[in-house]
Structures are given as C-alpha cells and as structure tokens.
T-cell receptor, first 117, second 114 residues
Framework: GDSVTQMEGPVTLSEEAFLTINCTYT??????LFWYVQYPGEGLQLLLK?????DKGSNKGFEATYRKETTSFHLEKGSVQVSDSAVYFC????????????????FGTGTRLQVTL | SAVISQKPSRDICQRGTSLTIQCQVD?????MFWYRQQPGQSLTLIAT?????????ESGFVIDKFPISRPNLTFSTLTVSNMSPEDSSIYLC???????????FGPGTRLTVL
C-alpha cells in the first residue's frame, strides 16, 4: 500500500539557518503530495502541495519539489524563524477514488522542528 | 476556505464510557474524514463520511467502536465507544470540497481515557 517516510526529529536549528526535512513516498499511480504543519496546541494546516511531477509547491518561504524519479518531496526553507517551530507532516493522496473526487491522505510520522534564537 | 470547528476540544473520560465528538463546518462540503493521532504518532484515517450514506471504514476500524453520523453537508459526529486507555488520542475531522484533493482540518479533540 501507499506509504510516506519522513526523517526523524526533533530537528533543532538556530534562527536564520537553512532547513531541509526529507520525505520519500511509495505509491501506485500518480499521487498528489502535501506538507502540513501543526503548531503547538493547534490543528493541522496545509502548508503547500504539488499535484504532478516536477511541480514546486511554495508558501511562507517554504518550498518542496515533486521528484518522481526519486519519489521524494523534501521540504526546504532558506532562513527559519522561531515562529516556524512546529511539527511538519508529509502526506500523499491516493487517487483510487477517481480524478475530481476526494481521496484519503496517507501521512508520514511527522518531524518536530525547534528553532532557537 | 470553510472554517471547521470541533467540540469538545479536550476531555478526560473513564474506561468503559463513550464520547461523541462533533464537527461543524461553516459551509456545505461533500466529504468529511475522521482521523486519529495517537501520542507521538502520525495521523491514521478512521473513516470517510458522506452525507446520506454509511461511513466507509478503514482496515482496523469498525462501526461498533467508532459510529459516525453525517446528517447534513455541514455536520458530522464521531463516537468513541466503550473506551479504554488505548483510545487516548487526538481525533481530527477534515473536509474537502468536490473536485479538490486537498483536505482542511479541524483543531482536534484531545481525549484522555483513564
């Protein structure tokens, strides 16, 4: 079945450091890929997405590129801030329910990011 | 996007009792989902809830343990029945509109079973 593998955390960085959180996936067909963020005490928020190979999703300074050849969707940010401290989840949607209909999400285990001054 | 709310936000319950979690969206949505996030773990889909039909459960989840209602296009409930400490988790509902494959999540319900 479908699966998502994320690098284990926690990841601790100083403010303004470069961030990479690795994500690889296994899926049949052509899934869409997502990064969600969960700030302390809050629910999940969609951070960015990519729906086909070579697409780059971006939001709030974060970027991730859908690499079909390496089945990866690594999250990057050039300069992290303390306010970026959160848990980041990589996810894929399976298209078995058909194009144009909602699909269930398969999540990675999450990576906790702690940014310090 | 639609705003989604859940009640209660947290609860502490006794073993053997049941808790019903409510999920309200401020606009009509086609599909709603219920997820469980066990401590320190990722999210696992429990079931998909369509209005007017029975919920579709994922492997390992059964209707007797997690009955779901979806009476209209803006509301759903999940009941955690005959609870045990292993049911201590965060339960989240999510929604997606027709034609979209991205999901938006509620704030979650943090359940502790003693």
């Amino acid at each position: 079945g479908d699966s998502v593998t994320q690098m284990e955390g926690p990841v601790t960085l100083s403010e303004e450091a470069f961030l990479t959180i690795n994500c690889t996936y296994t899926a049949t067909g052509y899934p869409s890929l997502f990064w969600y963020v969960q700030y302390p005490g809050e629910g999940l928020q969609l951070l960015l997405k990519a729906t086909k190979a070579d697409d780059k999703g971006s939001n709030k300074g974060f970027e991730a590129t859908y690499r079909k050849e390496t089945t990866s969707f690594h999250l990057e940010k050039g300069s992290v801030q303390v306010s970026d401290s959160a848990v980041y989840f990589c996810a894929l949607s399976d298209q078995k329910y058909g194009v144009g209909t909602a699909s269930k999400l398969t999540f990675g285990t999450g990576t906790r990011l702690q940014v310090t001054l | 996007s639609a705003v989604i709310s859940q009640k209660p936000s947290r609860d502490i319950c006794q073993r053997g009792t049941s808790l019903t979690i409510q999920c309200q969206v401020d606009s009509q949505v086609t599909m709603m989902f219920w997820y469980r996030q066990q401590p320190g773990q990722s999210l696992t889909l429990i079931a998909t809830a369509n209005q007017g039909s029975e919920a579709t459960y994922e492997s390992g989840f059964v209707i007797d343990k997690f009955p779901i209602s979806r009476p209209n296009l803006t509301f759903s409930t999940l009941t955690v029945s005959n609870m045990s400490p292993e049911d201590s988790s965060i339960y989240l509902c999510s929604w997606t509109g027709q034609g979209a494959n991205e999901q938006f999540f509620g704030p979650g319900t943090r359940l502790t079973v003693l």
